[in-house]
Nanobody, 120 residues
Framework: QLQESGPGLVKPSQTLSLTCTVS??????????WSWIRQAPGKGVEWMGAVGYRGNNYYSPSLKSRTSISRDTSKNQFSLQLTSVTPEDTAVYYC??????????????WGQGTLVTVSS
């Protein structure tokens, strides 16, 4: 299971920080990738990035300059930081995992999602 946690409200220009806690499996399990995805109101699903089982990072080109994904193997968690947020970053944020790739088509298990609103 995956569970997102973090603030539900972030002010413009600040950094959005979310953590995904993983249970029932290890984030270092071979060939598993751990991803962040979001869906803004009225828009489609957007893949943001992933961290692989070896700790390698992969980012969406459109968000790469503002996104950082890290992991804490001792806590079996991985985290998302998105800097310089604007109201356009308001979305439901999901963490998910897949075997062989962190791409959308490979993601098998998803968290329930958490709504983050960017507003002053």
């Amino acid at each position: 299971q995956l569970q997102e946690s973090g603030p539900g409200l972030v002010k413009p220009s600040q950094t959005l920080s979310l953590t995904c806690t993983v249970s029932g499996g290890s984030i270092t399990t071979d060939y598993y990738y751990w991803s962040w995805i979001r869906q803004a109101p009225g828009k489609g699903v957007e893949w943001m990035g992933a961290v692989g089982y070896r700790g390698n990072n992969y980012y969406s080109p459109s968000l790469k300059s503002r996104t950082s994904i890290s992991r804490d193997t001792s806590k079996n968690q991985f985290s998302l930081q998105l800097t310089s947020v604007t109201p356009e970053d308001t979305a439901v944020y999901y963490c998910a995992t897949g075997y062989g790739s962190g791409g959308l088509g490979y993601l098998e298990i998803w968290g329930q999602g958490t709504l983050v609103t960017v507003s002053s």
